[in-house]
């Protein structure tokens, strides 16, 4: 089945320790992204990646770090989580390429964070 | 800044009505328009694609507008279905790697 497998899909942190939140596709995407949705808010990007060893910052890049070695994985790092990055992470992924296909998201099921 | 802002945040119709969902966009210079559903504790599902040279786009019982000039989609449900209960999302992108997002629509269709 094609999809976007995010782990964990639930943790519960404190300040200050790193986590990784993993995200990978087995659809043979190049593009991957990270975003959070916070209440009343909507999803905000926090890093894309158009393919291997090319990252970009979003809108919302401050505390977060990502790595594009493989072409399926694309980590999202917070070296030292804070309160404020409480939320509910999303990782997506895409094909590239001229045909509208090429503009649909697949999603993954989220990954609820909390940082005391 | 792009922003994008869905009006209303919530909405409830009993079942068989024929509903719009609205959504509205700052600058008019986008790539595309997509429109997304949110069920809880899931990810996104992609409705919708809506091209900058396109007008409107349609699948099923869903048929989502798209006006640049003005700034504003519309997404269109026919005939709704207590299935059709989620959150909708529309979300504009500029290039093709950015995508911003409104807060979303949350539906309820009452049986």
């Known amino acids: 089945e094609a999809q976007v497998t995010q782990n964990p899909r639930y943790l519960i942190t404190v300040t200050g320790k790193k986590l990784t939140v993993t995200c990978s596709q087995n659809?043979?995407?190049?593009?991957m992204s990270w975003y959070r949705q916070d209440p009343g808010l909507g999803l905000r990007q926090i890093y894309y990646?158009?393919?291997?060893?090319?990252?970009d910052k979003g809108d919302v890049p401050e505390g977060y770090k990502v790595s594009r070695k493989e072409k399926r994985n694309f980590p999202l790092i917070l070296e030292s989580p804070s309160p404020n990055q409480t939320s509910l992470y999303f990782c997506?992924?895409?094909?590239?390429?001229?045909?509208?296909?090429?503009?649909?998201?697949?999603f993954g099921a989220g990954s609820r964070l909390t940082v005391l | 800044k792009q922003e994008v802002t869905q009006i209303p945040a919530a909405l409830s119709v009993p079942e068989g009505e024929n509903l719009v969902l609205n959504c509205s966009f700052t600058?008019?210079?986008?790539?595309?328009l997509q429109w997304f559903r949110q069920d809880p504790g899931k990810g996104l599902t992609s409705l919708l694609l809506?091209?900058?040279?396109?007008r409107e786009q349609t699948s099923g019982r869903l048929n989502a507008s798209l006006d640049k000039s003005s700034g504003r989609s519309t997404l269109y449900i026919a005939a709704s279905q207590p299935g059709d209960s989620a959150t909708y999302l529309c979300?504009?992108?500029?290039?093709?790697?950015?995508?911003?997002f409104g807060a979303g629509t949350r539906l309820t269709v009452k049986p």
């Open positions: 997506a992924s895409r094909t590239t390429g001229g045909h509208s296909g090429a503009n649909v998201l697949t």
């Open positions: 659809m043979n995407h190049e593009y």
């Open positions: 990646s158009m393919n291997v060893e090319v990252t």
């Open positions: 600058d008019s210079a986008i790539y595309n």
């Open positions: 809506i091209q900058s040279s396109q």
């Open positions: 979300a504009v992108s500029h290039n093709n790697n950015d995508m911003r």
